[in-house]
């Protein structure tokens, strides 16, 4: 168990190997810089001209669908979605061609609150077009390259510029429908200096790594110690010979849960003031609700009555209700959680689930170790009443002799 836990931790590198590299030379033309972007496999390459400040510049991007749409742009205010004057590529309805149309993504698109509409930019696009990798037989694919050229005039003295770059499943007609909300869906975006090609510091490793610690410590806390610390309950405190040793177990368990859980969730809420914009509407929701119930099922110990008391068994029923959901939601939170970062098809998540699957084999087994126990019991039970009753007839039939 301790060494699949250490597999998720590794499966949750933030540095994932990028297989696209970055390339100076395209069929047209040859640029002086490239860069291979943080996410997405996507690469840039350019040339500036600090003499009349233009940017001549290639991003190579890939489609997620063959009715999707790649798009990148530049946020001549801050490096975010909102604001961005983007380029963006798909098949025309129509004909099926590549179509290249200008966008402003402006506070109203945020969300898909309402349709996204080509319109002019306010920027300087001297020159655009886009291209599928391969030439003009090339067909429009998952995974298919695409390359978006533009020649922009940019503010003189002006060299840091907010690139960034998305993609999306399907258009419709000639409106590109929000892209998805995965962890690199949602940091694709870098600061780059085009005269020197240095890029600028930003949060961007410090939120991932963030998000890697949230991930691993929620896992192992409302993912398998708190089930683990129910499963003790359940199957322990029927062992007589540990005696009260089982009640020591399960809430050392819990408790250690729920106060690591809670330092997960600590994490989870930094990591929203951290990323304005990013709404995990169902992750969120779970996280709070696991939350509030695990410390409702912690604080409970504080007015656990006694034994003989006649409110014992009330206690007893809230205790186990708010336990059991608080495990399912935390479960439940755990695989909401892997497709929120973008791990639903990882290693992470399939140790996740080994770890898992190995604590439910425990449970079917002890469950059914309980029931043939319960039965046997049952059975000698019967037996010893059924020959209490038999002696008892036995002994009253007898009659007194002289």
Sequence with gaps: MLLLLFLISLCFHPNRVLSIQCTTKTASKTFEKCMTLPTQQA???WSYHPHNA????AFFGSFISPSGWVGWGINPTSPEMTGSRALIAFPDPNSGQIVLLPYILDPTVKLQKNP???????VHVIASSAALYGGRMATIHNGAT??????IKLVPNKTKIHFVWNRGLYV???SPTIHPTTLDDLSSTTTIDVLSGATAKNNNNNIRLLKTVHGVINAISWGLLLPIGAVTARYLRHI???GPVWFYVHAGVQISAVFLGTVGFSIGIRLGELSPGRVYGLHRKLGFAAFCLGWLQTLALLFRPKTTHKFRKYWKSYHHFVGYACVVLGVVNCFQGFE???ESNSYAKLAYCLCLSTLIGVC???EVNSWVIFCRKAKEEKIKREGLFGASSEKGSGTIRD
């Design 172 to 174: 419709q007609g000639y």
């Design 54 to 57: 233009s940017l001549d510049l």
């Design 116 to 122: 996204l509409l080509s319109r002019p930019l306010d």
């Design 43 to 45: 690469s840039i390459a």
């Design 364 to 366: 079917v087994a002890l």
């Design 146 to 151: 695409i390359q978006i050229h533009a020649t």
């Design 340 to 342: 929120v970062m973008g």
């Design 240 to 242: 007589q010979a540990i």
